[in-house]
């Protein structure tokens, strides 16, 4: 669950209700005017076969003004190049690149829900895992309605902190 | 009533220390299906698979069971009698896949299925203690 207060967000990492084109005719100056404050909620499902991580989101957002519940998706699915680590250390070895596909898009609000007048992406996405265990991401999207952005280019940077909660557990196994 | 209680209370302590000791420790071996036991490594003893999974350890498995498998305060070593010679390479994976987390250890499925025997082969090599 996340909470945010923007103005002039024209991001489009994830896409919710009607979100497209449409929002990147106001000017910023215009757009700045107008505060969101939304509560996000998002299912998270992930698994793993033979090699390939398949993931499902679902979003569900809803603006804190009077405006109604917003939904999108996202399903990914990506694979290493290399399934078995190789015996030396290795920066740029096949082992430490992901590639895979992924599409997302809205699904329309609580009261026209389906993809009609709703803006879809589909694109192929690489990451590259670095010694230290920081991931960067590269992500082109390509829109695939009129309503959507033509292309879009996705950057991102991650870094998982292992066992966290794990430090509170009792040992023993 | 307290009376009653007061002679209740002696084998309800009895029963919850014996319930405690049978989840206790090595309490997942039993968990382990019988198709999984019995499955075998395909890098076995393999030098480079031996390499690669103390690489792959070394990443992912040394903050909790210490950089040579000698365990941490928390976090069992993993040269045990348990792991080496109870534990089969089959009941590894299945721990190592499904995890433990009432203990902490938490699922690896994200590794892919030929980094987990490697890792396996790696904990297999090291000598009991």
Known sequence: ?173 | MIRKMSLLLPPLIFLSTALVLASADGAWLAKVPARDHERANPYQEQPDAIAAGRRIFLDHCSKCHGENAEGTKKRPPLRSHRVQQQATVGDLHWLLVNGNMKKGMPSWSKLPDPQIWQVISYVKSLHEQ
């Open chain 1, 1 to 173: 669950m996340e909470f945010e207060n923007t103005s002039a967000d024209k991001t489009l990492r994830e896409v919710v209700g009607h979100d497209g084109v449409p929002d990147f005719v106001d000017p910023n100056w215009l757009a700045r005017q107008d505060k969101e404050r939304e509560i996000e909620t998002k299912l998270i499902l992930g698994s793993n076969f033979h090699g390939w991580n398949v993931s499902e989101n679902i979003i569900a957002e809803k603006n804190l003004s009077n405006d109604p519940w917003e939904f999108g998706y996202a399903v990914a699915a990506s694979r290493p190049l290399q399934l078995a680590a190789s015996a030396h250390d290795c920066t740029f070895c096949l082992e430490k690149f992901q590639a895979g596909v992924e599409m997302y898009g809205g699904l329309g609000d609580r009261h026209s829900f389906g993809i009609h007048l709703t803006s879809q992406y589909l694109g192929p996405t690489i990451n590259w895992t670095a010694p230290n265990g920081t991931t960067l991401l590269f992500s082109p999207q390509f829109g695939l309605n009129d309503y959507s952005v033509p292309c879009l280019y996705r950057f991102g940077i991650s870094y998982e902190i292992e066992q966290f909660l794990g430090h509170f557990h009792r040992g023993g196994n």
